[in-house]
């Protein structure tokens, strides 16, 4: 009995532990990826046990090919270059035009590096959070609301480029949609005309996301961020792969399991994309040309970008290539540190190649199949090659070619007949080749090497606050700050992007972006609202100015019939835009605050954490607000014990308020101060709060239809003699 029990508890420990006697490889795959053989002479058993192992792990998750063999989602094996969008990007959107700018966007990239096949469109996270809108209604807030968004999407489908949304299964803690993630994301993109769903911080995206896409009748593809588990393919067609980088190229562990699964590597805030390009050029791959990180400008280098036109024009011209059956990694180069990949058909094999030296690699390269009537041709350089040496008897040949160092090759034979004539010949068998041949040959023309792989940060811009005409008193309602010397001392909250030269803004005494920003002020005499503005005011603003902002939606979305709800007169009134708010500031006479006097004025002289002191003290600011549903903001006078130093109220805790903004080409963004009481739950990539002093929050900007917040209000300044 005892002997029994003890086999029954090691038997469940040995099976909790996860061992339960898994398939036997010599050569372990990762979550991600398999390893190469160590050497050319390690490469028939590696060949062989990775083989085995696929043939087994298909048995264990019951694979079948059907969701590859669907007409509707054969796409997916030919998109290639796939770049997430911020939906921020100005050469996405013209908010001075109030439309979108699809084609400027795609011309862009089709100048830099060639083009895409498919794109991200990113509307949520990092300013999901801000209020209790969830990641659908960001989207329906965009410009133009769902018709805009089929009009964008249609104006990619006319560019030949397929459209994804992604899925946030973290936002749980804001507004409820009413049905399940996999509906709401079915219906909206159905209704959208949208191609695919990224499945953000997911490894697999589930298999009811698939149901409920069939079911609206506008199937949609799947891609999980970092796909980990084999039977995510059986539902999921593509998938974002983070890779470690290793000299021997590694395997796709799921295009290996099914050669039609698209990879699109990623690594955003890589600089040299190098180990990138190269593994996906190995795999037959594709690649995430993800530049805009959330704001931040990580963009592509000059060669790099070059490497990229090139290859991506050779996969697009041999895609159907690219999904052979039986593709082969790894198999035998002539030199070192040149790895290639086999993928043949009927009567013709591609072999792609990769050169990991950091020196050129000229002359043989690789031994292939061969017989009378074979042609060769190289088409990295848009040639054909003559063998440097054939045998009849093991029917091989053996090509020569130059690859630069850090570069790329690709060979394509033909068996029996020759397919292809010399270069320059029409054909009409295949004339997607005879293209590829002609283009390849002029873009090489120029080696990869006369470009320059130096990255370079991208400048920002503050947006000028014109000063207003000198006040020798305060006007009613606004408190005078003494001028001084003012040592600016603040960071950015930012989730992600470390430290790195770019994060954040760039103030114009620096000379770049940065996530810390220390800096002694000469602080000139100005005047500041004691509270921020609120319904009460802003409503007297609407009544004399007759204001109505070009793109009015959201716009004071908590009033009724031109005003706002009984008891709201003041509350600081929110729903209003960067744009709003200084036309009320330019009506009043005012302006809005330098983020620098905002702080000074909320944190005197001795540089303290909030406006009361050093130490947090929850009865100086409204209770967080953490349901999925919000109240209204307090009124803005409900706590005295949160005043500054110079007697200015509701600086934390209540609103966010508008100060500065920052551009640069590819984003515009505005700094927020002062935290607000909404405080979803449940993750940690809401927008982040900062009520610290030493600390603001950066917004990024789209329209006035998105940017306009129930958390964001405003206070004015005003110049002093």
Known sequence: MIKRLCFVVFSFLFLASGVCFAQDADFAPKPSEIPGPASSADFKKWLADIKHWRMERRIRIGYNGAEYDRPELEWTQSTFIQPQMMIHDRYFY??????YTVDRYLDDLEKRYGGIDSVLVWQSYPNI?????????MARDMPGGIEGLRQMVADFHRRGVRVLFPVMVWDQGTRDEGVPNWTATARLLAEIGADGVNGDTLDVVPRAFRTASDETGHPLAFEPENLTDDLGILSNNLSWGYWDYSFIPAVSRFKWLEPRFMVNICRRWGRDKTDDLQHAFFNGAGYESWENVWGIWNGITPRDAEALRRTATIERAVAPLLVSADWTPHVPTLQYGVFASEFPASDRTLWTLVNRNEYDVSGRQIQVPYSAGSRCYDLWHGVELTPDSTDSQTRTAILRFDIEAHGYGAALCFSGAPQVPPLGVEIGSDPKITKLLATMHELTKTPLASF???????????????????????AAGMVRIPGAKFEFRVSGVEIEGENDIGVDVQYPWEDSPRRHHLQTLDIKPF?????????????????????????????????????????????PVTWVSLADARAYAAWAGKRLPHEWEWQYAAQGHDGRLYPWGNEWNAAAVPAPEKRREMREPTDVSAYPQGASPFGVMDMVGNVWQWTEEFTDEHTRAAILRGGDYYQPQGSMWYFPEAYK????????????????????????AKDAE
């Open 693 to 716: 002093l030493t600390e603001h929050g950066k917004y990024l900007l789209m329209d006035p239809s998105l940017d306009r917040a129930a958390t964001v209000g405003f206070r004015c």
């Open 527 to 571: 005047y500041l609202d004691k509270f921020p503005v609120t319904n009460a005011e802003f409503k007297k603003f609407m009544d004399a100015a007759k204001y109505q902002p070009n793109d009015a939606h959201g716009f004071l979305r908590d009033w009724r019939n031109g005003t706002y709800p009984e008891g709201w007169a003041n509350k």
């Open 94 to 99: 013209d908010p001075l035009a109030g439309r």
């Open 129 to 137: 959070g801000i209020d209790n809108r969830n990641q659908y209604d």
């Open 452 to 474: 320059s792989h130096e990255w370079k940060f991208l400048p920002q811009q503050i947006v000028e606050i014109a000063p207003t005409k000198p006040a020798a008193t305060a």
